[in-house]
């Protein structure tokens, strides 16, 4: 089976003065589900040091794991904890360089974006919501997001988008690349649309 490497989000309990990653464990049935083995990994692994960044750690572990394709899952708005920007954006340098498939979900697609130079803004009404997308992928997807990007980056085509415009899903030209704003893993059951797109990606 494929290994499937996962970012986690990052939480802070300032009652136990400690920095945890998470990872719904709704997001790793749903890899199973799709017949992958998930892989989370940690965030600690990219440490800043001042200005600069030492990944040396995080390139030891992905030559150990050798993993088949990546998942930027969701949660934290970017910029609030810089290990999990730099761990997520080292990693769509190390996919893009290994042609490696790389499934963005919400946070992840933004970030896959951002990394191709497109911007965010805020958006509302994405948020604890259910809405229709319309597109080469389309029905109706779950919503927890407050920032969309503004356009679509370069080297991506538009796979989906809302009823007031906002881009929803994404797809790179040449890499085996797709962002999705929606959380699959938060359906119940899951999509069949959605573990069909994630096979086809990552086989």
Wanted: include cysteine; proline fraction near 5%.
């Amino acid at each position: 089976m494929k290994k499937v490497v996962i970012t986690q989000r990052v939480d802070q309990l300032n009652e136990r003065n400690e920095i945890r990653d998470a990872i719904d464990q709704r997001m790793i049935t749903f890899i199973l589900d799709a017949g992958f083995i998930p892989v989370p990994i940690p965030n600690g692994l990219y440490k800043p040091l001042s200005e600069s960044t030492d990944c040396k750690e995080l390139n030891v572990w992905l030559d150990a794991i050798q993993p088949n394709a990546f998942v930027l899952s969701g949660g934290n708005d970017i910029g609030q904890c810089r290990e999990r920007d730099l761990t997520e954006s080292l990693i769509l340098d190390y996919a893009s360089q290994h042609n490696l498939p790389l499934l963005g979900i919400c946070r992840g697609m933004q970030m896959m974006a951002k990394w191709a130079g497109a911007e965010l803004r805020s958006v509302k009404g994405h948020i604890s919501t259910k809405h229709p997308v319309t597109g080469k992928i389309s029905g109706q997807v779950n919503s927890y997001h407050g920032f969309s990007i503004v356009t679509c980056p370069l080297g991506f085509v538009v796979l989906a988008t809302s009823e007031d415009s906002e881009i929803e899903a994404i797809q790179h030209n040449y890499l085996p690349w797709e962002g999705w704003m929606w959380h699959p893993e938060r359906e119940a059951p899951f999509a069949k649309r959605d573990i069909e797109r994630l096979r086809n990606l990552f086989v």
